[in-house]
């Protein structure tokens, strides 16, 4: 007969929802330094194309820190 876990998960799976969080808010932090960057090389240069892509890079960070989260449809 087939034991039953009592609600522990693998160590593995464990290891991988961290890996994804450090790398989820790395690629954030990277997104709101790079708008920022951009953004301040535009306003110096007066180049109005770097505005735009820290426009582009500033929704990449906010849609990434607060994600659209569908909800399940009952069957």
């Known amino acids: 007969m087939r034991q039953q876990h009592r609600g522990l998960k693998p160590v593995a799976t464990n290891k991988e929802q961290i890996m ?6 790395l690629l954030i932090f ?3 330094v790079g708008a920022l960057s951009a953004y301040s090389y535009g306003s110096q240069t007066g180049v109005f194309l770097f505005v ?4 582009v890079l ?13 909800r399940n449809q009952p069957r």
């Open 30 to 32: 990277a997104l709101l």
């Open 52 to 55: 735009l892509m820290g426009f």
């Open 20 to 25: 994804k969080s450090v790398f989820r808010y």
């Open 58 to 70: 500033e929704a990449g960070f906010w849609f990434g820190l607060f994600p659209i989260k569908r």
